[in-house]
């Protein structure tokens, strides 16, 4: 099966070509990402107008672009997949719209895929692992593990009930003036920091459960930061990076203690072979990587983390999604809707408005 894969629920553009055949591994022809960065850099945020806006001026190209990077037509494609939620409602209508004129115009199949859904079975596209699986999805907008058995098939056993670490790391980054997105700068300055200078909180371990909470550590963040130019007037370079260090530990012991929990209740379905895997922008944070390994190991668990280009946010992991659901007997048609909100443990319902 060839499947063309499409993306637009927030501020990448992208358009992917996959092929795959039972019993072989999974061939990426053509991941096509057009960023937005730029367009939204004054405004300190993704504004969805603006996003919306440019997905649908760059999709056709990114097609365009994917169809001739795999070296493919429309001709040679099977189905045509696309993200369908949750996301800015804009964006994820632009790409909806895009997919389904593809689809009219060349009679193909339409599989609307759950964007949550492409994170989650991307290590199937790229580790071949089998279901069922814990997957970690940890990025600027989610954080979230989820028991995932099966293409429709998700248990989410917690998450955060605040913000999304990612949004936590790109807070600290502005606090403290480093650039944007907060990830790479906070940890690039940890690493010459001491992580015991300060003790900041670790967020509901103390509860039961694997819900997370990260805004507090936010806030206990500034106050150290404020005390510090209370008293001396500013940051020295070593403050900067004693507060980074301090924060990342906080975070990866957090996650690290949650996963522990929510592997107990995973390895309680007895996989024959059991695997954690993570995935988000997060994920390519050292110090967590490192920690949750461990974990997974600890626990008798294999681990796996997909190349970051395949953890962000990416078309090919749609068309992945896409590929798995139309092997499961999925087909849309033209009375797909776009969802801002889509839980992923519901996505077994039957679509609003879809035809199935
Ligand atoms: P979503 O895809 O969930 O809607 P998103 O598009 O913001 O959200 P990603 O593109 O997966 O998510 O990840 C971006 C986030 O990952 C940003 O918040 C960024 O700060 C964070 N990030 C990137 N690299 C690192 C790193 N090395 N350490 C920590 N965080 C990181
Ligand atoms: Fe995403």
Known sequence: LTVLGLESSCDDTGAAVIRHADGAAAEILSNVVAGQGDLHAAFGGVVPEIAARAHTEKLDLCVEQALDAAGVTLDTVDVIAVTAGPGLIGGVLAGVMCAKGLSAGTGLPLVGVNHLAGHALTPRLTDGLAFPYLM??????????L???GPEDYSRLGGTIDDAPG?????????????????????AEAKNGDPRRFAFPRPLLDRPGCDMSFSGLKTALLRARDALVGEKGGLTVQDRADLCAGFQAAVADVLAEKTRRALAVYLNEAPAVPMLSVAGGVAANGTIRT????????AGAGFSA???????????????????????????????????????????APMLGSGK
């Open 147 to 149: 028991l995932v058995r």
């Open 306 to 348: 997909p190349p970051l280009a395949l953890c962000t946010d990416n078309a090919a992991m749609i068309a992945w999604a896409g590929l798995e659901l139309f092997r499961a007997g999925r087909v849309d048609d033209m009375t797909l809707s776009a969802r801002p909100r889509w839980p992923l443990d519901q996505s077994s």
């Open 167 to 187: 949004e936590a790391f790109d807070k600290t980054a502005k606090l403290l003036g480093l650039p944007q997105p907060g990830g790479p700068s906070v940890e």
């Open 291 to 298: 920690a949750l390994q461990s974990v997974a190991e600890t």
């Open 136 to 145: 970690l999805l940890v990025s600027g907008g989610h954080c979230q593990f």
